[in-house]
């Protein structure tokens, strides 16, 4: 497996591959990416996984100082995975002057995450842009654990007449039900026993939308109250088509039932697919 840091090398590296692969990641990596590259592993000759944290899509407050950053224990993982290419660049690699072209995503962007993070799709889609720009993949795999970001991306290939075949993940989770996330390290014991109330609450829902229910908004401010009651600050839970994320009417069957919360000072996201079909 090779390791490589400059986008030059990186280009020497695949010049002559003519089927790439691409797993983008911030490292720190657990299961559910190692399940991101066994899913490319049948699809491409060559396997790059990229470890790199992303300022852009990080938020006045949020972590991107204290994001896990642990490259060789990562490139351990990927070798034992079957990767062919890790890319690591530094900052100056991937962004060598102010990035002052950026991408600007639909309005997707501004509801859910994009409400709380704003900026933040703004800032993946662009550095997924340029690594793109930089791979040259012909598919690249994302999990659908970050199910709005999935969204956005895919609509960005769709838009922008990528060649590239978007391929989604299902989301990987504990035996208890946590979706696996690199920021649950952050998690004291004790709080990663309670951590699994937000699969529960989202898991409730989607039970009650099989079995009949269709008052969405109740539901969802059950959900939001019953969380707060344990001790968490929660950012919405929220019932919405999977086409789009818009709010959904009686007559929807592809839905999705998304939370976001913060449990001590962790933030979790977590969703579940709903086929009412």
């Known amino acids: ?142 999990g659908k654990k970050d199910y709005q970001q999935y969204l956005v991306l895919r609509e960005m290939v769709k838009q922008l007449a990528l060649p590239i075949e978007i391929i989604p993940a299902e989301t990987v989770r504990a035996p208890d039900g946590l979706a696996l996330s690199s920021r649950n390290s952050y998690l004291s014991a004790r709080e990663r026993i309670e951590s699994i109330a937000l699969f529960h609450h989202l898991d409730g829902i989607r039970r009650a939308l099989m079995e009949g229910r269709r008052d969405f908004s109740v539901l969802e401010s059950e959900a939001v109250a019953s969380l707060n009651a344990r001790g968490w600050e929660t950012d919405y839970v929220a019932v919405r088509r999977q086409s ?22 962790t933030r979790l996201i977590d969703n579940m697919e709903v086929d009412l079909s």
């Open 1 to 142: 497996m090779d390791v490589i840091h400059s986008v030059a090398e990186l280009r020497t590296r695949l010049a002559d591959e003519r089927q790439v692969a691409l797993v983008p990641t911030m490292g720190n990596l657990h299961d559910g990416h190692i399940e991101l590259i066994q899913l490319a592993k049948p699809r491409a000759a060559c396997l790059v996984a990229s470890i790199f944290v992303n300022r852009l899509q990080f938020g006045p407050g949020e972590d991107f100082n204290r994001y896990p950053r642990t490259l060789a224990a990562d490139c351990e993982r990927l070798a034992q995975a079957g990767c062919n290419v890790v890319f690591a660049p530094d900052e100056q690699q991937v962004y060598p002057e102010p990035q002052e072209f950026t991408v600007d995503p639909s309005d997707i962007q501004h509801v859910l995450e994009g409400a709380f993070r704003p900026g933040h799709f703004r800032g993946v889609a662009t550095v997924v842009l340029k690594l793109f720009n930089m791979v040259q993949p012909q598919i690249a795999i994302f």
């Open 244 to 265: 789009d994320l818009r709010e959904p009417d009686v007559h929807s069957r592809a839905l999705v039932v998304l939370g976001a919360a913060r449990l001590g000072k």
